[in-house]
């Protein structure tokens, strides 16, 4: 049973960077073909996948977030994590780390809890 848990500060300033670490348990992010995902909710809108390293370490990003994100990861840990840089109030949102066994990161079967980031000065 993989087990996965975000954690980092659940307030962020504008223009700042977001970064966030998802710890991983009951399996290594470097099994063959598994993918970790970034995805978030924000408030009153629907799922909005970031971006996802693959267990060989290479990442792919959603186009539209892909000039501020930058997904990395610590096998020695087994955690990856998120960073979002030069923040706004738009990107207030419940982030979730997941697992995937297929390629591009679809059909998550193992989801972390979220948590939530909210933007503000």
């Known amino acids: 049973q993989v087990q996965l848990q975000e954690s980092g500060p659940g307030l962020v300033k504008p223009s700042q960077t977001l970064s966030l670490i998802c710890a991983v348990s009951?399996?290594?992010?470097?099994?063959?073909?598994?993918?970790w995902s970034w995805i978030r909710q924000p408030p009153g809108k629907g799922l909005e996948w970031i971006g996802y390293?693959?267990?060989?370490?290479?990442?792919y990003y959603s186009p539209s977030l892909k000039s501020r994100t930058s997904i990395s990861r610590d096998t020695s840990k087994n955690q990856f994590t998120l960073q979002l840089n030069s923040v706004t109030p738009e990107d207030t949102a419940v982030y979730y780390c997941?697992?995937?066994?297929?390629?591009?990161?679809?059909?998550?079967?193992?989801w972390g809890q979220g948590t939530q980031v909210t933007v503000s000065s």
């Open positions: 390293i693959d267990y060989s370490g290479s990442t």
């Open positions: 997941a697992r995937s066994p297929l390629a591009g990161g679809v059909g998550v079967d193992y």
């Open positions: 009951g399996g290594s992010t470097t099994i063959p073909y598994s993918y």
